[in-house]
């Protein structure tokens, strides 16, 4: 639902007689919120709808450069995209959901999809016997006369004899 969309809504149902707090929980949206739609009148909503659309967006500079990399690499994600940009740009301060937001406008107007790759999952064989592990550490700390003592551990479980032996130092 677009904001004019909720706007009318939000009067419709003020309209019908739901309280504001019930408008709200019924919108998915905070009183607060509300409370601003309900202080334009129509004339400045209009106004202010104008004003939205014409802002400069953070990431308008390098919406070519964004843009290349979601043609080149439709698989690619807004959070590599922006690993990609801060390596590029150190000084660039933009958030996790601006760059979202912006790769996913930027996938609508041009129409890229987002392609996703299926994970393979195979069984891995066994190896032979005494060469796979698993190595665990750990750190405890225990009273020792009146004082507290920290003692770090190892520990290794085999995997065919399914023999723990720990290590503690």
């Known amino acids: 639902m677009d904001k004019w969309e909720m706007y009318m809504e939000i009067y419709q149902l003020l309209k019908q007689g739901f309280s504001k707090t019930s408008v709200a929980k019924k919108l998915k949206i905070s009183r607060t ?42 698989d690619l994600s807004a959070s590599q995209v922006q690993d990609w940009l801060e390596e590029r740009y ?32 195979q069984a891995v064989p066994d190896p032979p016997m005494g060469q796979q592990a698993q190595v665990d550490f750990g750190k405890v700390k225990v009273k020792i006369n009146k004082g507290r003592k920290s003692i770090y551990i190892l520990s290794r479980l085999s995997f065919h004899t399914r023999v723990i032996n720990t290590k503690s130092g």
Do not use: F
């Not at 106004?47 to 014409?54: E, F, H």
């Open 90 to 121: 150190p000084d660039l301060c933009v958030g996790e959901s601006t760059v979202r937001s912006y790769v996913r406008n930027l996938r609508e107007e041009w129409k890229i999809p987002k392609e996703t790759s299926i994970r393979q999952y």
């Open 33 to 74: 919120t509300l409370y601003n739609y309900l202080k334009r009148s129509p004339e400045d909503m209009t106004t202010w709808l104008a004003s939205t659309k014409q802002r400069r967006k953070k990431l308008d500079p390098y919406r070519e450069l964004i843009l290349h990399w979601i043609q080149k690499h439709p």
